[in-house]
T-cell receptor, first 116, second 114 residues
Framework: GNSVTQMEGPVTLSEEAFLTINCTYT??????LFWYVQYPGEGLQLLLK?????DKGSNKGFEATYRKETTSFHLEKGSVQVSDSAVYFC???????????????FGQGTILTVHP | KAGVTQTPRYLIKTRGQQVTLSCSPI?????VSWYQQTPGQGLQFLFE???????NKGNFPGRFSGRQFSNSRSEMNVSTLELGDSALYLC?????????????FGPGTRLTVL
């Protein structure tokens, strides 16, 4: 079956530090890949996505590249801010048999805390 | 445009009771998915509805059920509640059923089972 593995957290950084959160996946079909962010007390917000190999998703300074050869979708940001403190989820949506369904498979989440 | 709304936001029930949670998708969205979020199991897919039909179902017991109405609003029901059903239940809507369609999440319903 499908699965997503994220690096163990929590991650604690100082403001303006470089961020990497690793994500690898296993999928049977042709997945689309996503990063979602969850702020305290809120639902999930889509941060970025990539729908095919070598695509790069980017938003708000965050980037992730769909690497089919390494089955990875690592999240990076060059300079984090205190406001980036949240829980980050890597997720995939798999297409099987040529049909797409709205089922997201999530990683376990990585808690990011950024200190001033 | 209004986002996904879920009601109620908080709910406290006792074991053995049943509960119904409601989700109103973004206007024009026809697909609604439900997820359960717990500290131990993380985010797990419950089911997806599209045009009033269940398109996909996760690995949950039959006590968990759902439905979608003609206006795309969706409800999920949990019968015979167990302590382990305590969780944040998230609803997400998208324009259509498909992996490239962004899913927009609601704030969730926090269910506590005592």
């Amino acid at each position: 079956g499908n699965s997503v593995t994220q690096m163990e957290g929590p991650v604690t950084l100082s403001e303006e530090a470089f961020l990497t959160i690793n994500c690898t996946y296993t999928a049977t079909g042709y997945p689309s890949l996503f990063w979602y962010v969850q702020y305290p007390g809120e639902g999930l917000q889509l941060l970025l996505k990539a729908t095919k190999a070598d695509d790069k998703g980017s938003n708000k300074g965050f980037e992730a590249t769909y690497r089919k050869e390494t089955t990875s979708f690592h999240l990076e940001k060059g300079s984090v801010q205190v406001s980036d403190s949240a829980v980050y989820f890597c997720a995939l949506s798999d297409r099987a048999g040529g049909t797409s369904y709205g089922k997201l498979t999530f990683g376990q989440g990585t808690i990011l805390t950024v200190h001033p | 445009k209004a986002g996904v709304t879920q009601t109620p936001r908080y709910l406290i029930k006792t074991r053995g009771q049943q509960v119904t949670l409601s989700c109103s998708p973004i206007s024009g969205h026809r697909s609604v998915s439900w997820y359960q979020q717990t500290p131990g199991q993380g985010l797990q897919f419950l089911f997806e509805y599209f045009s009033e039909t269940q398109r996909n179902k996760g690995n949950f017991p039959g006590r968990f059920s759902g439905r979608q109405f003609s206006n795309s609003r969706s409800e999920m029901n949990v019968s015979t509640l167990e302590l382990g059903d305590s969780a944040l239940y998230l609803c997400a809507s998208s324009l259509a059923s498909g992996s490239v369609n962004e899913q927009f999440f609601g704030p969730g319903t926090r269910l506590t089972v005592l």
